[in-house]
């Protein structure tokens, strides 16, 4: 992986509705993020956060909740990403709730020419404003990414799509919504649900996955969302799913992807202090981005 390491937070919590994850950026640093990184001799810029301009009144009714908002500060991200990798930086993103995978990949996708991602998460987040429950748009910014939505969301940063259906793997799903599974379907995406972990185990998920990513993409996004963990290892996520995935099986996840070499941007999403004991899931997650940058017992 490349040594150098821009680092960039995303307060962003009108994604969803449930406040407390506009603090994970800050969670993630207090957790210590930025020494962790350093420890393992990686040289961190951090940029600090997004300014997110919140709404006179938040968006509760309509089919893309507070869409103008998530749209500006996605848009910034975007801008932020595509100048570091520019600058031949490694892109870490801190969320925020995951509509800010939009800008993510958005800024990422137009320096390579097969973006893969690994989607790790209990949700596919591949809703659309005709398809979702809630109008939340944090479970939609991969159907928006493969250019399947509403225009504005599909079109930030002036193209679509980001990615390519046949370049996704979601890893640890367990909460669909039924145009999910559809889309899922008609798309032919990767998935790997908790079903297939359990059967499986983690190692060979892992294998599999970076066999079939590393034949097809010129670079691998990670986008990690801790509510793919199970609550009772991950409580301070706002949509926490029972029989998650596992501490010890993430860690090695991520310790396969560091052997791989193939990730080359991450975002961590979705930690929620409000919700957490003692900033339990920022911990977690931190010791999680350090088996992804190389850290060994031995």
């Not at 975007?78 to 925020?96: H, S, T, Y």
């Not at 990414?145 to 930030?156: A, F, P, Q, R, V």
């Amino acid at each position: 992986m490349k040594r150098n390491i821009s680092l960039i937070g995303v307060p962003m919590d009108l994604g969803q509705s449930r406040r407390g994850v506009d603090m994970g950026p800050s969670a993630l640093r207090y957790a210590g993020a930025i020494e962790k990184l350093e420890s393992l001799t990686y040289n961190v810029h951090d940029l600090g956060d997004i300014p997110i301009n919140r709404p006179a009144q938040v968006d509760d009714q309509s089919k893309l909740k507070n869409v103008e908002q998530v749209i500006e500060a996605n848009e910034k991200l975007a801008q932020m990403v595509d100048d570091e990798i520019q600058k031949d930086q490694f892109p870490v993103i801190l969320g925020g709730d995951h509509s800010i995978a939009i800008g993510s990949l958005a800024g990422i996708a137009k320096h390579y020419t097969n973006l893969g991602v690994i989607w790790y998460d209990a949700h596919g987040d591949l809703n659309t404003s005709e398809t979702s429950p809630s109008g939340n748009i944090h479970g939609m910014p991969l159907a928006a990414s493969l250019g399947i939505g509403h225009e504005k969301l599909t079109n930030l940063f002036g193209y679509a799509p980001k990615i390519k259906p046949e370049n996704i793997v979601i890893v640890g799903a367990r909460s669909l919504d039924p145009g999910e599974r559809e889309l899922i379907r008609e798309k032919g995406i990767k998935v790997y649900t908790m079903h297939e972990i359990d059967r499986m185990g983690m190692s060979a998920v892992m294998e599999e996955t970076i066999s079939y990513l590393k034949e097809r993409t010129d670079g691998v996004h990670l986008s990690l969302d801790l509510d793919g963990l199970d609550p009772s290892e991950a409580p301070g996520v706002g949509t926490p799913v029972l029989g998650g995935m596992t501490y010890r099986e993430s860690h090695l996840a991520m310790e396969m992807l560091a052997e791989s070499e193939l990730i080359t941007s991450l975002e961590v999403v979705e930690v929620n202090p409000i919700l957490d004991e003692k900033n339990k899931t920022a911990t977690l997650a931190v010791g999680l981005m350090g088996s992804l940058f190389g850290e060994k017992l031995k």
